[in-house]
């Protein structure tokens, strides 16, 4: 998969959600909180996430662009001094799993579309 295929995008984002939720599990909002280590690993992998959708939106026009998760992503990127720690565990519980559901349906479109091609 070339790095111009939105499937790698796709790819990258379902790589970055499963580590969030594999360093978040068992974990809880004060440990977060009190633990940089695990607070930057998260944190990256959102911004991972983040910079991967907006590709993906430059990449294939037709992908809806998720301009919540984006502008989490610069927030998270560009203003490390505001980041409320709440905001992003309950981004990790809540949108994570809806977001994981729709890279994984994007992914069958993109793989049914290049199997219709090929």
Do not use: C
């Amino acid at each position: 998969m070339s790095r111009h295929d939105p499937r790698a995008y796709v790819f990258d984002v379902l790589k970055a959600i499963g580590y969030i939720q594999q360093f978040a599990e068992g974990q809880s909002l004060e440990i977060y909180e009190n633990n940089l280590l695990l607070r930057s690993g998260i944190e990256r992998q959102f911004e991972i996430i983040g910079e991967a959708l907006r590709r993906l939106t430059t990449a294939n026009p037709a992908v809806p662009e998720i301009p919540k998760i984006i502008s989490f992503r610069n927030q998270l990127a560009h203003g490390y001094d505001t980041i409320d720690n709440e905001v992003v565990w309950r981004a990790i519980d809540e949108d994570l799993p809806k977001l994981r559901l729709e890279m994984e349906l994007l992914m069958v479109e993109y793989s049914q579309d290049k199997g219709q091609r090929g």
